[in-house]
């Protein structure tokens, strides 16, 4: 059960990066006997400078993709079932390309990326993967007409161009991970919310929660606690600031946007105070005189 936990939160997130950028299907299904794809993505532009906030992630979606991320180590029979998918996909690719008479380039042509935690050398070599010469430790290439690769996520550097990849690890390697999207900027694009899909993946977690995933429980309490304090904090500011406002419009007409801005630098308990006070101001002098002797 847990690994279809992760298997969904893998498919929210990676639909959560990429869906600015292209069309995401996740799941997205293909043939008569029905397979399903985790996420099928089709980029709007292979030339969308802001694929690069994604580091390698963003790399990989600069042609179709087909992402299929493991919370296990992929086995041989999942690698097989993976190239069944994509070779159907590859189909029917072609086959409405040959209907409407458009030549495909071979970039056009949807390639596949497995996404796992870890891979033997054994399964590695079985399939002709080897490490890629274009790319970061940790991505290996099938044979060329394959178009698939391979991301062992826990082979991968730790440094900013992975840390969307290495989210969806295991163990140290995510919690590691999971640090590095703490310390990003709070107007990081991705930040927020990759945060609420790993609190509802804590949840779901609690619910059913092995060994294994006691570090990732353990390491996402204390952040989501403080995140829920915060969420009131910003409630309860957003509430003073909201009265103020209304109280100063009433009292004195309608109050610019620059006497709007300097409240809301304010802290809550000087908002508070303002409430109180703007009940003995005469005319709008009395506030910026306030404001200014409280900034």
Same mark, same amino acid.
């Given at each position: 059960?847990?690994?279809?936990?992760?298997? !969904?939160?893998?498919?929210?997130?990676?639909? $959560?990066?990429?869906?600015?950028?292209?069309?995401?299907?996740?799941?997205?299904?293909?043939?008569?006997?029905?397979? $399903?794809?985790?996420v099928y993505f089709s980029p709007y532009s292979p030339q969308n400078q802001d694929l690069q906030l994604l580091?390698?992630?963003?790399?990989?979606?600069?042609?179709?993709?087909?992402? $299929?991320?493991?919370?296990?180590?992929?086995?041989p029979e999942q690698i097989g079932d993976c190239l069944l998918k994509l070779l159907e996909v590859q189909r029917v690719v072609r086959k409405e390309s040959n209907e409407n008479k458009i030549k495909l380039?071979? !970039?056009e042509i949807p390639r596949l990326w497995i996404i796992t935690p870890?891979?033997?050398?054994?399964?590695?070599?079985?399939?002709?993967?080897?490490?890629? $010469?274009?790319?970061?430790?940790?991505?290996?290439?099938?044979?060329?007409?394959?178009?698939?690769?391979?991301?062992?996520?826990?082979?991968l550097p730790a440094?900013?161009?992975?840390?969307?990849?290495?989210?969806?690890?295991r163990g140290k390697v995510q919690t590691k991970a999971i640090d590095e999207l703490i310390s990003l900027p709070i107007e990081q694009q991705f930040k927020q919310k990759t945060l609420e899909l790993l609190?509802?993946?804590?949840?779901?977690?609690?619910?059913? !929660?092995?060994?294994q995933d006691q570090e990732v429980i353990m390491r996402l309490a204390p952040l989501y606690q403080q995140d829920r304090e915060l969420a009131r904090f910003e409630a309860r500011f957003e509430g003073e600031y909201s009265l103020v406002i209304r109280q100063l419009n009433k009292r004195f007409a309608v109050i610019n946007e620059e006497f709007s801005n300097q409240i809301k630098q304010l802290s809550l308990e000087k908002v508070e105070e303002l409430g109180e006070a703007l009940l003995d101001f005469n005319d709008v002098d009395d506030l910026q005189v306030w404001l200014g002797e409280n900034q």
């Open positions: 059960m847990t690994r279809f936990i992760y298997d !969904q939160f893998a498919k929210d997130y990676l639909e $959560e990066l990429l869906k600015e950028y292209g069309e995401v299907k996740a799941p997205y299904q293909v043939s008569a006997e029905v397979r $399903e794809i985790d580091g390698l992630l963003g790399e990989l979606a600069r042609t179709p993709a087909i992402f $299929e991320p493991y919370r296990n180590p992929v086995t380039s071979e !970039q870890t891979a033997s050398q054994d399964i590695l070599s079985g399939f002709g993967a080897k490490i890629s $010469e274009t790319s970061l430790p940790g991505v290996y290439d099938f044979p060329r007409y394959f178009r698939t690769g391979i991301i062992v996520i826990h082979q440094i900013p161009e992975t840390l969307w990849l290495r989210i969806l690890g609190y509802n993946l804590r949840r779901h977690l609690e619910l059913r !929660q092995t060994p």
